[in-house]
């Protein structure tokens, strides 16, 4: 396989294209992005409205509005308009989490804007989950796809730096937050020139609570490890889907910018770090003021 | 400095006859020269074919002799389906390095090479961005042997631009193209009763139809667009979309896992998938393709129009079949075409221009049906009332020009077959006098 740069003798410009004029280029590109066809059921990216709205109407508006009594704070400090990273905490077996911020910001935001999740790109790989996923808003977590939703089609993103680490802690670990990766989403908002909006979620610890992980399964297909939640073995594969109704709260702090170069590694792991403690300060502030973990 | 003197290599593959028309129809190409080691597919005008492999000595005696300034690469295979591996490897790596040789050197004419890649550059894998620009790298390395060619060939070519830089070297990168003139083995999977697909996957899909494959060589051809251009329609279509659009059904027959070895099974039942078919029908593949769009190309058909397209065409195919001969190269009648001094109008000239009059026809006669060289309106007076085998005899009294014009107006009217005939045969004749 040839190295990276090597297309670059073909352009005129050479190697120097990488760095100052990718973004010129891209500033032009943004003219050049595909229309929309009105007869299509599906966006480019996969997205269906039509299973979207199913999965809303029946599934998220029962756990939003009813199972877990979702109360939201602060959605001003979602832009009504251009590209936003949101960065959110992360837990639980099969994380509710993610479904319902998407629906927070459907039900409370004045614009009602929608959300795209960034998901590991392993979901590809499994049957089913592969199918369903993109039709619900996820895309998978890549650099150029969050360049392109972010910055081309100015969108909202919703992100899990913590990544897989996330859902794998015990629930003795309760909201502390794991490493948030290389600062990889700091370095998307950068070159998309988009706020970074910190996001914090009470609940899904409870909702889905992890006691152990079994190793077994985790020997025989090399990846996966069979989690020991309260319902788990009676409800056999079913259980991790059994989530518990813990009162939830979502609170969206004020949108952080970032001064510095994308590939400012340094400025770029400060920034994560402030991010992240941002985003456990105000967990621990969260959870010290709930009275009941089922009240709230 | 525009291209005047072009040659066109795999000129009887589909897309070099296809882009040697286009080329013909442009003015300012003094001469197209097609090579190939079998006979061209379609019917040229002023193309002129050498049967010759892709023998780097000779090849670079036909770029010297007719000093080319700009070679066109339209040979690459990019289906495993049509050739074997070891025929491919020969074809796509071999045959491009040659290509290569011939073109380059400090004494060599050539200016301008366009080489017509494939997006299987980019293979089709989890880790895949959703839209691959031209400057990203597959992420994981090629693992068929048609992927692992065709990176081959592409860094030859990158190689050949560092080692000329005074050639300007432009590489697309084409999605699967569809159209109702190619048959790919996508559309030979499309053709089934019902389309099999993977159990629990959706895959993106991104076509292009065969005629924007066409425009854009000859843009890039024309505009002098050096580097690499992605060339796929708007919009990324889900598998289950376009089998929705083409009107078929699909069957989720094939397991999630050991893919391989249904597809095997399939394989004798006769429908062939390949490994490249097998990745796509798993995790798709979409492409940016804003780059070719800024340099002022315009697609005729989004993706979702050239699935349409080619549903209309396969709803058509079974009662259309057999109606037009399929065109046979014959060396002595293209000789004689091209050199005869006693050739007055070339066939395909003269279809040109019957097809022009049978669009032009009614916006003519409803305008000035004066101003029309042969009277357009009535070439012959009262001609509309005539039987077909009064009018046998009156056109051995028109010129060329008029029985032209008459031929494009009986096709625009009654077009009776056997008047048609008789116009042909006349103009075969020279036309009257």
Same mark, same amino acid.
């Given at each position: 396989m040839p190295p990276r740069t090597r297309t670059d003798a073909l352009t005129p410009d050479g190697p120097a294209a990488g760095s100052g004029g990718a973004s010129v280029a891209l500033e032009d590109l943004r003219r050049h992005l595909p229309g929309l066809e009105p007869e299509r059921r599906l966006t480019d990216w996969g997205r269906s409205e039509r299973v979207e709205r199913l999965v809303d109407r029946t599934v998220a508006d029962f756990l939003y509005h009813l199972w877990f009594r979702c109360e939201v704070e602060g959605i001003e400090n979602v832009p009504s308009a251009g590209g936003a990273l949101l960065v959110s905490n992360h837990a639980g077996a099969l994380p509710p989490d993610a479904p319902m911020i998407a629906k927070a910001l459907r039900e409370e935001h004045p614009r009602a804007r929608s959300l795209n999740v960034a998901v590991e790109?392993?979901?590809?790989?499994y049957p089913g989950l592969s199918m369903l996923l993109p039709k619900v808003g996820c895309v998978a977590a890549h650099p150029a796809n969050l360049q392109r939703l972010l910055h081309d089609e100015e969108a909202l993103v919703l992100t899990f730096p913590e990544g897989r680490k996330g859902p794998r802690k015990l629930y003795k670990d309760r909201y502390r937050l794991r490493r948030f990766g290389h600062g990889e989403f700091v370095a998307s908002a950068l070159r998309a020139d988009v706020p970074i909006v910190p996001v914090c979620v009470v609940g899904a610890e409870e909702a889905a609570p992890i006691f152990a992980r079994l190793d077994l399964l985790k020997r025989l297909t090399g990846s996966l490890r069979l989690p020991v939640v309260p319902n788990f073995p009676h409800l056999g594969p079913l259980a991790v889907a059994g989530y518990l109704p813990a009162k939830f709260r979502i609170r969206f702090l004020e949108p952080v910018q970032v001064d510095a170069a994308p590939g400012d590694r340094g400025a770029v792991q400060t920034a994560t770090e402030e991010v992240r403690a941002r985003v456990q300060e105000t967990l621990f502030e969260m959870v010290g003021a709930r009275d009941s973990v089922w009240l709230g | 400095m525009g291209s005047k003197r072009v040659l066109v290599t795999g000129l009887s593959s589909y897309w070099g006859g296809r882009l040697a028309e286009a080329l013909e129809a442009s003015e300012e190409i003094e001469t197209i020269i097609g090579v190939d080691s079998q006979d061209p597919t379609r019917e040229l005008e002023r193309t002129e074919f050498v049967r010759v492999g892709t023998q780097h000595s000779l090849l670079r005696r036909i770029v010297e002799a007719a000093e080319i300034d700009t070679v066109v690469d339209t040979r690459l295979i990019v289906d495993s389906v049509v050739a074997s591996a070891g025929r491919t490897h020969e074809n796509n790596v071999i045959g491009t390095m040659n290509i290569l040789a011939a073109c380059g050197g400090p004494d060599s004419s050539v200016r301008r090479l366009v080489f017509k890649s494939s997006a299987h550059y980019y293979g089709s894998s989890? /880790? /895949?961005?959703a839209f691959f620009t031209e400057d990203m790298e597959r992420p994981h390395p090629p693992r068929t042997p048609l992927e692992k060619d065709i990176v081959e060939a592409e860094a030859a070519v990158v190689d050949f631009a560092e080692k000329n830089p005074e050639v300007s070297v432009s590489m697309l990168r084409f999605a699967n193209v569809l159209g109702p003139d190619l048959l790919t083995s996508h559309r030979a999977l499309f053709e089934l009763p019902a389309v099999p697909i993977i159990l629990g996957f959706d895959p993106r899909y991104q076509f292009v139809h065969e005629d924007d494959v066409v425009a854009a060589l000859a843009h890039v051809l024309h505009a002098d667009l050096p580097g690499v251009f992605n060339v796929a329609a708007d919009g990324v279509l889900a598998l289950t979309e376009v089998i929705d659009l083409l009107g078929k059904r699909f069957a989720p027959v094939l397991p999630p896992w050991g893919t391989g070895l249904a597809a095997a099974a399939l394989r004798r039942l006769g429908v062939e998938l390949s490994p490249e078919m097998l990745e796509q029908l798993r995790f798709g593949r979409g492409l940016d393709n804003r780059r070719l769009k800024a340099t002022g190309f315009v697609y005729r058909c989004t993706t979702r129009e050239a699935v349409i397209a080619l549903g209309e065409h396969m709803r058509l195919a079974p009662i259309m079949r057999g109606a037009a001969e399929p065109y046979r190269y014959e060396r002595e009648v293209e000789e004689f075409l091209r050199r005869s001094p006693h050739v007055r109008t070339h066939p395909r000239r003269r279809e040109r221009a019957n097809g022009d009059a049978t669009v032009l026809a009614p916006a003519a006669l409803a305008e000035e049906p004066d101003t029309s060289p042969a009277g357009a309106a009535a070439p012959v007076a009262g001609y509309d009332d005539l039987e077909a085998e009064e009018i046998a005899p009156l056109l051995d009294s028109l010129e060329p020009e008029g029985l032209t014009a008459l031929r494009g107006h009986e096709r625009s009217r009654r077009a009776r077959p056997e008047v048609l005939r008789a116009i042909d045969k006349a103009l075969a004749r020279g036309g009257g006098g």
């Open positions: 790109p392993v979901f590809k790989a | 989890q /880790d /895949d961005p």
